[in-house]
């Protein structure tokens, strides 16, 4: 399946993130259409001269918009445009419904569904054809479509229903656990940010892993495993991701999939630092714990994926962590706590050498060097005692595995340094020295 984009936006975050939905419905985009508008037109969103431009680009190909469109303009541009016209919400409902597994997550679904197609049914083309079509009268179509509404009218009525019965035994279930006072850890952030990758990370029950994969809303039902945390039990839960715009109609379905986050002690909002605009999904991501009332609850931010991230800068909002949830987080830990003792051992020695040696050149001069030097060293300390009061058991022994590994280098460096002083005393001196004599 092909298709042709709209948008009516030039921000290429909204643009690669439609080609991601398209990507997760197995759709291959072969054009993209940006059309700048300054009024909506109610008829068909866009102006007569872009439907002209889209209508040439086409072949077999269907017409995909990045917003949501009204019955009468998915009539209107089907006709026009002579071949299956869709928006953003239909794709993440097509998702939703591949990805949904459990009875509630696929009820969930057929709510959002049928919310979503109802007032769409006399736009549908296979209904406007037995309109037009027949006897030549109007009034057969029309009895077709008030019959396709009473039919999803009373399945939406059968599915809340069934859907209600589950929430009963959700809230049974959160009532055992607050009766039982274990603290509630909910993981929120936006689609395929890594939260049941993080689950599965501090999950030590190896057979209760969540599923995990790099696609957008691989989960779509909340799972709750207890963890220990620094000897602490906890309850630990992965919640459905959030998306920029999420569609009202998904928002009503899963909001007894979502309640789990009000009854959460404590956030752990998971960020995708490997995505350039990751800023806009920690907003979004806020946005909605603020609908729900929950934005006064304690929230760390996990940036996580830094093993991915090619921007090399992050702007953190605290309190912070910076994690691989896919690999081993320690070994960032260790190469923090290295960069700040070799950059604390550097400050040393540039107060040193300004003190033992003030007639060496220098590539570049400071009016307070002492000041800088010092102001270096409290830095330099202070993320050193940062970063070992939040290690881990495992942290720990990597890092004297690191130190024990180190010492036999040292140890020959200044073997050599005590054979040779004066060939030593060249390197030192001289940085451009190219080798040993």
Same mark, same amino acid.
């Given at each position: 399946?092909?298709?042709?984009?709209?948008?009516?936006?030039?921000?290429?975050?909204?643009?690669?993130?439609?080609?991601?939905?398209?990507?997760?419905?197995?759709?291959?985009?072969?054009?993209? *259409?940006?059309?700048? +508008?300054?009024?909506?037109?109610?008829?068909?969103?866009?102006?007569?001269?872009?439907?002209?431009?889209?209508?040439?680009? +086409?072949?077999?190909?269907? *017409?995909?918009?990045?917003?949501?469109?009204?019955?009468?303009?998915?009539?209107?541009?089907?006709?026009?445009?002579?071949?299956?016209?869709?928006?953003?919400?239909?794709?993440?409902?097509? /998702?939703?419904?591949?990805?949904?597994?459990?009875?509630?997550?696929?009820?969930?679904?057929?709510?959002?569904?049928?919310?979503? %197609?109802?007032?769409?049914? *006399?736009?549908?083309?296979?209904?406007?054809?037995?309109?037009?079509?027949?006897?030549?009268?109007?009034?057969?179509?029309?009895?077709?479509?008030?019959?396709?509404?009473?039919?999803?009218?009373?399945?939406?009525?059968?599915?809340?229903?069934?859907?209600?019965?589950?929430?009963?035994?959700?809230?049974?279930?959160?009532? #055992?656990?607050?009766?039982?006072?274990?603290?509630?850890?909910?993981?929120?952030?936006?689609?395929?940010?890594?939260?049941?990758?993080? %689950?599965?990370?501090?999950?030590?029950?190896?057979?209760?892993?969540?599923?995990?994969?790099?696609? +957008?809303?691989?989960?779509?039902?909340?799972?709750?495993?207890?963890?220990?945390?620094?000897?602490?039990?906890?309850?630990?839960?992965?919640?459905?991701?959030?998306?920029?715009? %999420?569609?009202?109609?998904?928002?009503?379905?899963?909001?007894?999939?979502?309640?789990?986050?009000?009854?959460?002690?404590?956030?752990?909002?998971?960020?995708?630092?490997?995505?350039?605009?990751?800023?806009?999904?920690?907003?979004?991501?806020?946005?909605?714990?603020?609908?729900?009332?929950?934005?006064?609850?304690?929230?760390?931010?996990?940036?996580?994926?830094?093993? +991915?991230?090619?921007?090399?800068?992050?702007?953190?909002?605290?309190?912070?962590?910076?994690?691989?949830?896919?690999?081993?987080?320690?070994?960032?830990?260790?190469?923090?706590?290295?960069?700040?003792?070799?950059?604390?051992?550097?400050?040393?020695?540039?107060?040193?050498?300004?003190?033992?040696?003030?007639?060496?050149? #220098?590539?570049?001069?400071?009016?307070?060097?002492?000041?800088?030097?010092?102001?270096? /060293?409290?830095?330099?300390?202070?993320?050193?005692?940062?970063?070992?009061?939040?290690?881990?058991?495992?942290?720990?022994?990597?890092?004297?595995?690191?130190?024990?590994?180190?010492?036999?280098?040292?140890?020959?460096?200044?073997?050599?340094?005590?054979?040779?002083?004066?060939?030593?005393?060249?390197?030192?001196?001289?940085?451009?020295?190219?080798?040993?004599?």
């Amino acid at each position: 399946m092909k298709a042709i984009l709209v948008l009516t936006s030039t921000n290429p975050f909204y643009e690669e993130e439609l080609k991601s939905l398209c990507e997760a419905c197995h759709i291959e985009v072969v054009d993209v *259409v940006i059309q700048k +508008l300054e009024k909506i037109n109610p008829a068909t969103y866009i102006g007569k001269g872009k439907i002209e431009e889209i209508k040439l680009k +086409l072949q077999d190909e269907m *017409v995909i918009f990045d917003n949501e469109l009204t019955p009468l303009q998915v009539k209107n541009l089907t006709d026009l445009l002579e071949t299956e016209v869709t928006d953003r919400t239909d794709l993440i409902l097509r /998702i939703f419904d591949e990805r949904a597994k459990t009875k509630e997550a696929k009820l969930q679904v057929e709510i959002a569904r049928d919310q979503y %197609l109802l007032p769409r049914l *006399v736009g549908m083309q296979e209904h406007m054809s037995h309109q037009q079509g027949g006897s030549g009268f109007r009034g057969s179509g029309e009895k077709q479509i008030e019959l396709d509404r009473r039919i999803i009218a009373r399945k939406l009525a059968r599915s809340r229903k069934e859907l209600a019965e589950i929430v009963k035994q959700r809230q049974v279930q959160r009532q #055992r656990r607050k009766n039982n006072q274990i603290p509630v850890i909910a993981l929120v952030g936006y689609t395929n940010s890594g939260k049941s990758t993080l %689950l599965n990370t501090l999950c030590q029950d190896k057979q209760k892993k969540v599923f995990e994969k790099d696609m +957008l809303f691989a989960t779509l039902e909340t799972s709750t495993r207890h963890i220990k945390m620094k000897n602490h039990d906890c309850l630990l839960t992965d919640t459905v991701g959030f998306i920029e715009r %999420l569609p009202h109609h998904l928002i009503q379905a899963f909001r007894s999939t979502l309640e789990e986050v009000k009854e959460a002690d404590l956030f752990l909002h998971v960020v995708d630092t490997s995505f350039e605009d990751y800023q806009m999904q920690v907003e979004t991501t806020n946005e909605v714990l603020k609908s729900l009332g929950v934005e006064n609850t304690p929230m760390i931010y996990v940036y996580n994926k830094i093993d +991915l991230n090619k921007y090399a800068y992050i702007q953190p909002q605290s309190p912070y962590v910076f994690i691989s949830a896919k690999y081993k987080s320690y070994i960032y830990t260790i190469y923090g706590l290295t960069a700040g003792v070799v950059y604390l051992l550097v400050a040393l020695s540039f107060l040193k050498l300004r003190r033992s040696h003030p007639e060496w050149e #220098r590539p570049y001069k400071l009016r307070i060097p002492w000041v800088f030097g010092i102001a270096s /060293i409290i830095f330099c300390v202070y993320v050193i005692y940062v970063t070992i009061t939040t290690m881990d058991r495992n942290a720990w022994i990597v890092l004297i595995v690191y130190i024990v590994l180190g010492i036999p280098f040292w140890a020959y460096a200044k073997a050599m340094q005590k054979k040779d002083p004066e060939n030593w005393k060249e390197v030192i001196t001289n940085p451009d020295t190219e080798k040993l004599k």
